[in-house]
T-cell receptor, first 115, second 112 residues
């Protein structure tokens, strides 16, 4: 059975370009999380959706970042314009139920490099 | 404020010997605590979680952790390390007040 699917797996772009990361959660899961992982800051929760509604976006760094979940099977994280400091691995995770305390299933991540 | 401290950034053990990965938490509230494992180029996978039931929690792959409130610790142990245990391990805390917080991670290496 398919786990959380993320695309692309690797993205290299130039500063100022728009970047869109995509995530397909596990079927039947109704919570979705976006994380960023860097050496300096470790793993940080960016935003969390429940039933396609953003519940907590307090971790979104700034207005350049936006996330959407138009339906239960798809979510995007967009960075516009991108900056070198956005370089990181971005993970999407999904879970059953509401709340970060439930077991989260992580995708393989998207490694973003902004030159 | 809530925080999670993983006391070792890197632990190296020989195959077949015990594993101890240390985690201390601080929280004004009784947190839920988790251990996740991340293999190279993969996402995180839940090993085990504590949610105020039994203080000794058993997880997958022979791992277990003990919640010690008096020491504010939640150390991860395994009696006998296997080569496949080499990975990064994250201690994670959640409370309704402070949300989810990840420790900085401990890289576990296994010597043949």
């Amino acid at each position: 059975d398919a786990g959380v699917i993320q695309s692309p797996r690797h993205e290299v772009t130039e500063m100022g370009q728009e970047v869109t990361l995509r995530c397909k959660p596990i079927s039947g899961h109704n919570s979705l999380f976006w994380y960023r992982q860097t050496m300096m800051r470790g793993l940080e929760l960016l935003i969390y959706f429940n039933n396609n509604v953003p519940i907590d976006d307090s971790g979104m760094p700034e207005d350049r970042f936006s996330a959407k979940m138009p339906n239960a099977s798809f979510s995007t994280l967009k960075i516009q314009p991108s900056e070198p400091r956005d370089s990181a691995v971005y993970f999407c995770a999904s879970s059953v139920g509401q709340g970060e305390w439930n077991e989260q299933f992580f995708g393989p991540g998207t490694r973003l490099t902004v030159l | 404020a809530q925080s999670v401290t993983q006391l070792d950034s890197h632990v190296s053990v020989s195959e077949g010997t015990p594993v101890l990965l240390r985690c201390n938490y601080s929280s004004s509230y009784s947190p839920s605590l988790f251990w996740y494992v991340q293999h190279p180029n993969k996402g995180l996978q839940l090993l085990l979680k504590y949610t105020s039931a039994a203080t000794l929690v058993k997880g997958i792959n022979g791992f277990e952790a003990e919640f010690k409130k008096s020491e504010t610790s939640f150390h991860l142990t395994k009696p006998s390390a296997h080569m496949s245990d080499a990975a990064e391990y994250f201690c994670v805390s959640y409370s309704s007040a402070s949300k989810i917080i990840f420790g900085s991670g401990t890289r576990l290496s296994i010597r043949p």
